[in-house]
């Protein structure tokens, strides 16, 4: 079995949804995608073969305060508008397509974080609900989001606790993946002020969650060192943008230039793709 793996990122996740467009469009189709945060939410389009998607909503509600605003704090406890984005526009805006998303043989993973062990655990994205409990807890960065309760345990982003998921692809019987990073080659994590900010707050209510935001930055590190040694194995092939991308970029053309880049990546080397994978 082969995998496509994706970073998150918030809005850097822009690249990875030109990247699976270009998928769409070349007929390949993954039979496992695993994700965290930014990177496995867009994959759900890829998934249900909707070409655009992603970067329609980012056009039409990226700068809408109902989709990103301080005032949804009030409202969600989040900065992010919780039901604008995981239900309003799915079910309403820009309608999913369920039917073909539940229906395909593609197994969808979908990687979080435990608030109460700091651990990483991995759902089926295909027994989500259509207001997307899974997807909420695998982007609930803290700060921009309250714990998502799923089963009655807290979970928050899934990039805390397993950045590139590459490893639980190969235990899931992946013998060959294509990682999707949203990072430029050479970058180095550091741990921020922000993570060691919000570590003090968070170890109040979640003591498990100040290591896991204060060691953050070696376990990206590692990770990536990880994919990269697979990658000269002949084992994994990655794929990331050529210059950093902003998180939260605002301006939406900077945005279409991000989903290009990453179309125009994934033209170039589907013959190659298409080679590796045999799909």
């Known amino acids: 079995m082969v995998g496509l793996v994706l970073e998150g990122g918030t809005f850097r996740g822009t690249f990875s949804a030109g990247f699976m467009d270009a998928l769409i469009e070349c007929g390949v189709h993954f039979p496992y995608v695993i994700g965290v945060s930014a990177g496995i939410s867009n994959a759900a389009s890829y998934v249900s073969g909707q070409f655009g998607r992603n970067m329609e909503i980012f056009e039409k509600y990226r700068n809408d305060k109902r989709y990103l605003g301080i005032g949804n704090y009030r409202k969600c406890k989040s900065y992010f508008g919780l039901d604008f984005v995981y239900d309003e526009i799915p079910n309403s805006l820009v309608p999913f397509d369920y039917e073909t998303f539940r229906s395909c043989d593609t197994k969808f993973v ?3 974080t435990n608030a109460v062990t700091g651990r990483p655990e991995f759902m089926d994205g295909k027994t989500d609900t259509d207001k997307w409990q899974f997807l909420r807890a695998s982007c609930a960065i803290p700060g921009y989001f309250p714990a998502i309760e799923i089963n009655g345990s807290p979970y928050f982003d899934g990039g805390l606790s397993c950045p590139v998921s590459i490893k639980h692809a190969i235990k899931d019987g ?3 993946n294509v990682i999707i990073l949203t990072q430029p080659k050479g970058f180095v994590k550091k741990c921020g002020k922000g993570n060691i ?3 003090q707050i968070i170890r109040k ?3 498990a969650m100040e290591m896991a935001l204060l060691a953050r930055h070696r376990l990206y590190n ?3 060192a990880f994919c990269e040694e697979l990658e000269r194995r002949g084992k994994a092939i990655i794929f990331r943008p050529e210059n950093k991308l902003d ?8 945005l279409r230039e991000y989903w290009q880049e990453g179309y125009d990546l994934c033209m170039a080397n589907i013959d190659r793709i298409k080679e590796f994978t045999e799909l």
Do not use: L, N, R, T
Request: aromatic residues 8%; hydrophobic residues 30%; glycine residues 4%.
């Open 110 to 112: 979908v990687g979080v």
């Open 174 to 176: 992946c013998k060959k």
């Open 197 to 199: 900010a919000m570590s």
């Open 205 to 207: 209510k979640y003591p």
């Open 222 to 224: 590692s990770q990536i």
């Open 247 to 254: 998180s939260f970029q605002k301006d939406v053309e900077k």
